[in-house]
């Protein structure tokens, strides 16, 4: 299960209008997401340094109790390739699988960026990553085409209360119940335009797509992402 850090592919943080603003964005623009995003945070540990053409994704332990955000920049000479220009995330994905991958903003903003993890409802050890998922539809080697030079990661912690952990989790339950009622209305109206489309052409009131009246009922089912079973 993937979050967008609070649950589920929810984004808590809005991007910037575009791939290229991101990845272009001046130096006082990342310092101003940097301050902002880190107002009252502190350092956990020390900061990991690397190169991006040799990526390597950092254990980090996630505490209840507190919330994170993890800061990139980039060193002097580095530059992002064309392929990861097309869309960086930064994740944590649980180390045991007892929990959801976060991927949290805002994300890059010009030669580094931040991507938060939010305040976990429990403590558990995570992989820190950055992937350029946007361009690698084709091809899960291009994950780490990230570019060449120098790269440092800080991660940063703040405290937070029992009650905003309460608060987060009633939210988390509401995007969750959302979500599935949307899927559960997706997959309704989806078996209903396909059976449709089905009787129809039984009745000979429209032409099959392929095939004949059922071979295209079960390409509506696949074109839409449904199957028989989900229409009983």
């Known amino acids: 299960m993937k979050t967008a850090l609070l649950g589920l592919s929810i984004a808590c943080f809005s991007p910037f209008a575009s791939a290229a603003d991101k990845f272009d964005a001046a130096p006082a623009e990342l310092q101003k997401v940097i301050a902002e995003e880190t107002a009252h945070f502190k350092p956990v540990g020390r900061a990991i340094n690397g190169r991006l053409e040799a990526f390597t994704a950092p254990t980090i332990q996630l505490k209840r109790g507190w919330c994170y955000v993890m800061v990139l920049r980039l060193g002097d000479g580095a530059a992002w390739s064309e392929h990861a220009r097309q869309g960086v995330e930064f994740t944590y994905k649980p180390k045991k699988g007892d929990g959801d991958e976060i991927s949290g903003g805002p ?108 071979e295209s009922y079960k390409l509506c089912m696949q074109r839409t992402g449904i199957t028989a079973r989900d229409c009983r």
Do not use: N
């Open 107 to 214: 994300g890059i903003a010009g030669r580094g960026g931040v991507g938060s993890a939010g305040c976990p409802q429990k403590s558990g050890t995570y992989v820190f990553d950055l992937i350029a998922d946007w361009g690698a539809a084709e091809s899960s080697d291009k994950l780490h085409d990230l570019g060449t030079g120098p790269y440092s990661l800080q991660l940063m912690a703040k405290p937070t209360s029992a009650g905003a952990l309460a608060r987060e989790k009633r939210e988390i339950d509401a995007q969750v119940a959302d979500m599935a009622s949307f899927k559960r209305e997706r997959t309704h109206d989806a078996c209903v335009s396909c059976a449709q489309e089905r009787d129809d052409c039984l009745d000979g009131k429209r032409q099959p797509f392929v095939g004949g009246c059922m």
